[in-house]
């Protein structure tokens, strides 16, 4: 349950792009518990209808169905919510695309389409919202991953996805300063019950190998990211722009060094 208390975003819009599963979701759910008028996107229009299903019981939610890869869709979309919720107060990007395999292993289009729908998404997504932000007062919300500073085994495509996000997220946060638009970033740790971590520890000895690399003993919930996303939209952080937030219990701190290749099929390889 979110510590922060009821009707934080009252009056407000907020737009989360990949937010009909996982920990974007979560994120709309607190938005909308909170008070905001809320309204999600992704690709298939049956996880749009669930999710909106679900949010409305809790206040008001709209969905949308739209490939962040395409530019004039997600613009589509975001018009559409403009058109009934006025300016916007909140967007977040968070469609994400990822699968582990070694670059060897990744064709040139899979590499392309991680980079498509995570950097080049979230370019799509903040910049289709720009001309519709509330200015001054808008803030804007990148979801990247730990791979966009820490080596690891498999990711190299995401590794650059993400690290383009990173950036992408101090430089609009310059050049739209003026306008008083914030931008940040947050970046989950290994999170419970999420399809990310499902891919990347999908053995108990692999989870528990992540579970030694983080300080705080544990995985984090989506309640824990959702509470983050919460603050950074809120006027508590209103003199909050340009940051790259780690939520991962510390995770970040351990992670100087890459797992090698034989370290990772070892982990992959164990039993119980």
């Not at 729908?117 to 919202?129: E, K």
């Not at 804007?140 to 590794?159: K, N, Y």
Request: charged letters at 15%; aromatic letters at 6%; glycine letters at 10%.
């Amino acid at each position: 349950m979110s510590h922060f208390a009821p009707f934080l975003l009252a009056g407000k819009s907020a737009f989360v792009a990949g937010g009909t599963s996982g920990i974007n979701l979560a994120i709309a759910e607190a938005y909308v518990k909170a008070g905001a008028r809320v309204a999600v996107l992704s690709r298939k229009q049956e996880k749009v209808d669930v999710a909106v299903a679900h949010l409305a019981r809790f206040g008001t939610a709209s969905g949308y169905a739209a490939d962040v890869r395409e530019y004039a869709a997600v613009e589509a979309a975001l018009k559409a919510f403009h058109a009934v919720a006025g300016p916007i107060d909140i967007v977040v990007s968070g469609a994400a695309g990822n699968f582990v395999a070694p670059a060897t292993g990744i064709s040139s289009n899979g590499f392309r389409t991680v980079l498509e729908i995570d950097l080049l998404g979230t370019f799509h997504v903040l910049r289709a919202s720009f001309d519709l932000l509330r200015k001054p007062g808008a803030s804007l919300i990148s979801v990247s991953a730990p791979q966009s500073t820490a080596v690891s085994f498999g990711q190299s495509h995401v590794s650059a996805a993400k690290a383009g996000i990173d950036m992408l997220t101090r430089c609009l946060a310059v050049e739209w300063g003026a306008e008083g638009v914030r931008v940040n970033a947050i970046v989950p740790g290994p999170i419970e019950d999420t399809e990310g971590m499902a891919r990347l520890a999908p053995t108990p000895a692999v989870r528990r190998a992540f579970e030694r690399t983080v300080p705080l003993g544990r995985f984090g919930t989506k309640q824990d990211v959702a509470n983050l996303a919460l603050f950074m939209a809120s006027g508590a952080a209103q003199y909050m722009t340009g940051t790259v937030t780690y939520c991962d219990g510390g995770q970040v701190l351990t992670m100087g060094g890459a797992m090698s290749p034989a370290a990772m099929q070892q982990l992959l390889t164990q039993g119980d």
